[in-house]
């Protein structure tokens, strides 16, 4: 019999929560293979019994009780999912209970208040850091610099656009980013126009060999693109850096979730979203 | 004495996961008032200590038992979490042994194998997908536009850009954007340039008084922020995509994750990062 597990996602909201809780758990079983498949906005007791209909097909199918994750508030949603032949594991009842009895007090059990524009606030944030770090990718203008949160400097291709978007995504961050070019490196200063704002200024550095890589991708055979010209770049970038006085992170073996947490805790950022 | 509790989110990865899972437990109290604080990357006795050290001192100051939304992989970290003077709930703890019994294997036990570089292959479907949205963004080329997975159109500011950031970001997906622009809506007809993709164009439309309220924000007083002005380009963009016969989406009561989840299921998008 095969080890290919079924897993299920199953929300009465967008499944994201539950989602990257459940994979987090499953990386902690390398030797399963597994089959995701997320259930987003289940949210009536007709929906959740296709759900039920949907797990026992796929234990029929595949002779093993299939993982179900859940977060369902309503508990006639909840429980009709509870009628599935998997192992159902929902994060709500294990946890709503405990806190209940903590806060004295019974929950609302009302479904969507996360994620739902009753924050009109934190959406109006994120938009505005999104737009702002739009505007101010890659050292596209000067003006307005002022008001970043955060300006990120490093050599081509070293990660600073994900890592401003997501700070602005995530935590409604103003985030810049600005290129260290060959002229800068040469000269061995940050480009003059940041001068005014080295409290504020990080860096990102990469290691040769996946900017080599990662340039490849982008420009087969260019001068850019070679092994040489990256290790030359990062070295004359970190040195820069160093002098200059700038914090610099590795981001080679981070995603772009762990370098903007660590950004967002290291430069002390006040997140505008939570 | 005050309702404001505190809470600590505790991870020894980023804290993303364990946060919106508070958080959204969190929100079924709404008469209750938190004060949150993240501590992300603990990953050694020593650091836990610190955590235990933090918790109790707001024993100390509030008066009352912080809240803990733990996921810590280390049983030796977890066990010095476990010590602080607050009601801990561990979500690694809660949900791993029921998953070894179900699964008949113990787990590795081994911190930081989500969200980590270990999987280069989501990374860089990430990084392609917020390339190609970048410069697909706000109908800035035509080129290329047959690669994109989904290309929403919707009048300015109905929420576009940050609906196919958050695709590329979350799911890798490819997404393309392209505004209605008055001419557009003069004529009655999708830009002819979309004709030939007309399968995977999606909108999105948002209330007119929500509109109104956003680009004034941009630009105050002008025409285009005016309110008559934003019903007109509501009506027409929504007749427009009726007849053309495209799908839309009203952004208006929605937040960015919501809307993303919703496009990825109803247009059976196929992401490329889990």
Known sequence: MSQRKRVFFVSDRTGITV?????????????????RLTLPFIDSVDKAREVVAQVNAAL????????VFSSIVDD????????????????FERFI????????????????????????KDYNHRIEAINYTL???????????????IVLVGVSRSGKTPTCLYLAMQFG?????????PEDLEANRLPPSLLPLKEKVWGLSISPERLHHIRTERRPDSTYAALDN???????AEKLMRQAGIPFMDSTTKSIEEIATHMLHEAHLVRRVY
């Open 76 to 91: 006639a949603v909840r429980t009709e999912i509870n009628k599935a032949d998997g192992l159902v594991l929902d994060v």
């Open 97 to 120: 209970v405990p806190l209940e009895n903590e806060l004295g007090t019974k929950s609302t059990h009302a479904v969507g208040k996360s994620h739902s524009v009753s924050d009109v």
């Open 230 to 236: 990256c290790r030359y770049e990062v070295a004359a």
């Open 135 to 149: 505007s101010h990718d890659d050292g596209v203008t000067h003006r307005g610099l002022a008001e970043a949160d």
């Open 60 to 67: 029929r199918e595949s002779g093993q009780r299939p993982l």
């Open 19 to 35: 989602e990257a809780l459940g994979s987090s758990l499953l990386t902690q079983f390398a030797d399963v293979d597994f089959d």
């Open 173 to 181: 961050i103003k985030a810049a980013n600005y290129p260290l070019i």
